[in-house]
T-cell receptor, first 115, second 114 residues
Framework: AQKVTQAQTEISVVEKEDVTLDCVYE???????LFWYKQPPSGELVFLIR??????QNEISGRYSWNFQKSTSSFNFTITASQVVDSAVYFCALSEGNYGQNFVFGPGTRLSVLP | SQTIHQWPATLVQPVGSPLSLECTVEGTSNPNLYWYRQAAGRGLQLLFY??????ISSEVPQNLSASRPQDRQFILSSKKLLLSDSGFYLC?????????????FGEGSWLTVV
């Protein structure tokens, strides 16, 4: 069965610090997809990134970067020079199979960026 | 582009009262539709998903039900709310066709059962 672990329940950093959110997944499929979502205090889940299992290239988008390592089944998310607006709950997710109902979310990591 | 809207945004209902949350998607046809629940401080729980009109799959047994009367409309209902139904409800959609499609979420509805 597929599973997503986010071992960090809560993280607090001071503004401008870099922070890495960990995500470890389990799957038996060779084809799968990994995602990160952000949930700010308003509640809506905002899609950040999607990565398929055949693309291990790291991705950078502004202050955000993602490190996908199949060898360790990890898909970690780093925020560089964090800002107060980055305060949110971040969810890692895994999808396998033919339909979206096999979409599994991790428990989330609450990030607090202090001014 | 595609958009998803759900309403109402906030709801306070007494125990035993009915519930109806509605969600619509614009800008696409035949999407997969989902209802998730998030209890306070907890993760996301998939309640229902639908791959087409009238086709509903339930993930968790409860006193909630879902219906899809039109292609892009998804409704979450209850005949009698329980205190444990309180939480944040999120409607979502994805393209069909193959696995790994991104799920996009609506704004969410905060339900408090008193």
């Amino acid at each position: 069965a597929q599973k997503v672990t986010q071992a960090q329940t809560e993280i607090s950093v001071v503004e401008k610090e870099d922070v890495t959110l960990d995500c470890v997944y389990e799957t038996r499929d060779t084809t799968y997809y990994l995602f990160w979502y952000k949930q700010p205090p308003s509640g809506e889940l905002v899609f950040l990134i999607r990565r398929n299992s055949f693309d291990e290239q790291n991705e950078i988008s502004g202050r955000y970067s993602w490190n996908f390592q199949k060898s360790t089944s990890s898909f970690n998310f780093t925020i560089t020079a964090s800002q107060v607006v980055d305060s949110a709950v971040y969810f890692c997710a895994l999808s396998e199979g033919n339909y979206g109902q096999n979409f599994v979310f991790g428990p989330g990591t609450r990030l607090s960026v202090l001014p | 582009s595609q958009t998803i809207h759900q309403w109402p945004a906030t709801l306070v209902q007494p125990v035993g009262s009915p519930l109806s949350l509605e969600c619509t998607v614009e800008g696409t046809s035949n999407p997969n539709l989902y209802w998730y629940r998030q209890a306070a401080g907890r993760g996301l729980q998939l309640l229902f998903y639908s791959v087409g009109i009238g086709q509903i799959s339930s993930e968790v047994p409860q006193n909630l039900s879902a219906s899809r009367p039109q292609d892009r409309q998804f409704i979450l209902s209850s005949k009698k709310l329980l205190l444990s139904d309180s939480g944040f409800y999120l409607c979502a959609w994805s393209f069909q066709a193959f696995s790994g499609n991104t799920i996009y979420f609506g704004e969410g509805s905060w339900l408090t059962v008193v």
